[in-house]
């Protein structure tokens, strides 16, 4: 199937996958995006090739402030002496900048993905 579809898209390989193995949902549509997970997982496994990708998704940065955020001070070292805390949801642009450098600043993995997966 792979030499079938030489010239072709991932895609596209992905749904004659789906069309030869019968892979649909309750509704009868291909389940094209979990056949093209499979695919990219035994690709890495060393058991298939596929087709070059046509397209990469540009790495995208985060909106981030000009500066650090300056160092907390006066924080208390214990839990229970935290008083006065709140809750902000993050929604405005200047939210936003301050949570992205936060994260850099600040998170293991940085600004992210924070979400990572694992494939056994």
């Not at 390989?13 to 193995?21: K, N, T």
């Not at 070059?52 to 229970?80: F, H, I, M, Y």
């Not at 450098?101 to 694992?118: D, F, K, S, T, Y």
Request: proline share 8%; aromatic share 6%.
């Amino acid at each position: 199937m792979l030499e079938e579809n030489e010239g072709r898209s991932r895609s596209a390989f992905a749904l004659r996958v789906c069309e030869r193995f019968e892979l649909f949902d309750a509704r009868g549509k291909p389940q094209q995006t979990g056949c093209m997970k499979a695919l990219r997982e035994l690709e890495g496994s060393g058991h298939i090739v596929l087709p070059k990708p046509w397209w990469r998704p540009a790495a995208v940065s985060p909106k981030r402030l000009k500066r650090p955020v300056d160092a907390p001070n006066e924080v208390p070292t214990q839990v229970g002496e935290v008083a006065g805390l709140q809750l902000i949801k993050v929604e405005t642009d200047a939210h936003k900048r301050l949570w992205n450098e936060l994260m850099v600043q600040e998170h293991p993995r940085g600004a992210g993905p924070l979400v990572a997966m694992a494939f056994a």
